[in-house]
């Protein structure tokens, strides 16, 4: 499984609608792509803005170029991206997907 990793940034009063939209959009796109096996987005104060990390994870680069095409490192923006987005990294980042750990059981 391959980890597809991308930052952006936003003014700290858009990030509340920028969530919407991802939810509305970008989740949807990455979702529906056959080889798709989970998208997530993270977010954090980072000084007057907003900062975004989205991970999507995927089955092979096969399906991510299903998703993204033939340059699969460059990242994949949508029409409304340019409202929200005050610095954006033009490209992404793959990582082979090693393993998720747990943690203890909770107590009973």
Do not use: C, Q
Request: charged letters at 30%; aromatic letters at 12%.
């Amino acid at each position: 499984m391959i980890a597809r990793i991308w930052r952006g940034w936003t003014r700290r009063e858009d990030a509340d609608a920028y969530v919407h939209y991802m939810e509305e959009v970008a989740a949807p796109d990455s979702l529906g792509t056959p080889g798709n096996r989970g998208f997530s987005v993270l977010h954090r104060p980072d000084g007057d803005r907003e900062e975004f990390l989205t991970v999507s994870l995927w089955d092979s680069l096969d399906s991510i170029r299903a998703f993204a095409g033939d340059e699969i490192d460059k990242a994949v923006f949508y029409p409304e991206d340019d409202r929200y987005l005050v610095d954006r990294e033009l490209n992404v980042s793959h990582y082979e997907y090693v393993f998720t750990g747990r943690g203890p059981a909770p107590a009973a």
